[in-house]
């Protein structure tokens, strides 16, 4: 994914192995990463079960705000 791509809207595919790495924590028994994509520093997760958005905040992306929606 490309800065300039980023920079107009336009999202990026993340690998499986890589959200399941830094969001597997937040999938519940039975759950699994179908689709991953990711738009400048926010990040949207498809599961089977819901659609996990992480919307990182503040200048160091330190603090991350995540509603879970569920389908």
């Known amino acids: 994914m490309g800065l300039f791509s980023s920079l107009l809207g336009n999202a990026g595919a993340v690998s499986n192995d890589q ?3 830094d969001y597997g ?4 028994s039975g ?4 689709l991953g994509f990711q738009l400048i520093r926010d990040t949207f997760i498809f599961t089977n ?3 996990i958005l992480v919307d ?7 603090k ?3 509603p879970l929606c569920s389908l």
């Open 64 to 66: 991350n705000r995540i």
């Open 56 to 62: 990182v905040q503040g200048v160091t992306g330190k």
């Open 49 to 51: 079960k819901r659609l």
């Open 31 to 34: 759950e699994s990463i179908e």
């Open 19 to 21: 959200l399941q790495n």
């Open 25 to 28: 924590k937040l999938l519940v």
